[in-house]
């Protein structure tokens, strides 16, 4: 499998609880991104990495989420003391590089999260 | 940062038919995609557009960009049931900003 990797697939959790979802992407994909989908809606931008550059994290909607990037590969997003708002798919997606003309993005197929 | 506003939010359609969703966006652009997502997928890219491209194809795919109408479609031909998805532009600036989708149902 070469695709962008998720996981967990699902996650159920009480509210107050930090969740770690972690993302593999594409072998060689310099560029990854962080999304969030709640029901019937689009894509919200949270983060974005690039190589060795600080991040655009002018996504994250509060300082319960942060994510990092260890060796510009996996990724891990963590929402601490998670609210029932919180609930929706997280995708990650990945690109070779960011020009200034964007690459195709390549989708996992996300982290279903439930915040009961 | 814009956002693409997609029309309709909905189509349903029947087999063979034809399906036309359209995006409509406010300031200039980059380049303009087009993304599938399959109901608990994640979303994979159709077609890319550059700003100084008005047409491309893709197998059924057809994609049109009217830059002086800040608007692009995407036509898919003789519909399948297998194309049942939301689609999303998206407008690429500093960004890549998703519309809210359409979401189409072709029916058997």
């Known amino acids: 499998g070469a695709g962008v990797s998720q996981s967990p697939s699902n996650k159920v959790t009480e509210k107050g609880k930090d969740v770690e979802l972690r993302c593999d992407p594409i072998s060689g994909h310099t560029a990854l991104y962080w999304y969030r989908q709640s029901l019937g809606q689009g894509l919200e931008f949270l983060i974005y990495?690039?190589?060795?550059?600080?991040?655009?994290k002018s996504g994250l909607p509060s300082d319960r989420f942060s994510a990092e990037r260890t060796g510009g590969s996996v990724s891990t997003l963590t929402i601490q003391r998670t609210q029932q708002e919180d609930s929706a798919v997280y995708l990650c997606?990945?690109?070779?590089?960011?020009?200034?003309?964007?690459?195709?993005?390549?989708f996992g197929d996300g982290t279903r999260l439930s915040i009961l | 940062s814009q956002q693409g506003e997609e029309d309709p939010q909905a189509l349903s359609i029947q087999e063979g038919e034809n399906a036309t969703m359209n995006c409509s966006y406010k300031?200039?652009?980059?380049?303009l995609q087009w993304y599938r997502q399959n109901s608990g997928r994640g979303l994979v890219h159709l077609i890319l557009?550059?700003?100084?491209?008005r047409e491309k194809h893709s197998g059924r795919l057809r994609v049109t960009l009217d830059t002086s109408k800040k608007s692009s479609s995407l036509l898919i031909t003789a519909s399948r049931a297998a194309d049942t998805a939301s689609y999303f532009c998206?407008?690429?600036?500093?960004?890549?900003?998703f519309g809210k989708g359409t979401k189409l149902t072709v029916n058997p």
């Open positions: 997606a990945s690109s070779p590089r960011r020009g200034k003309g964007h690459q195709p993005q390549h």
């Open positions: 557009i550059r700003s100084n491209e």
């Open positions: 990495f690039q190589g060795n550059s600080a991040p655009d």
């Open positions: 300031t200039s652009i980059n380049n």
């Open positions: 998206a407008l690429s600036e500093e960004k890549l900003v």
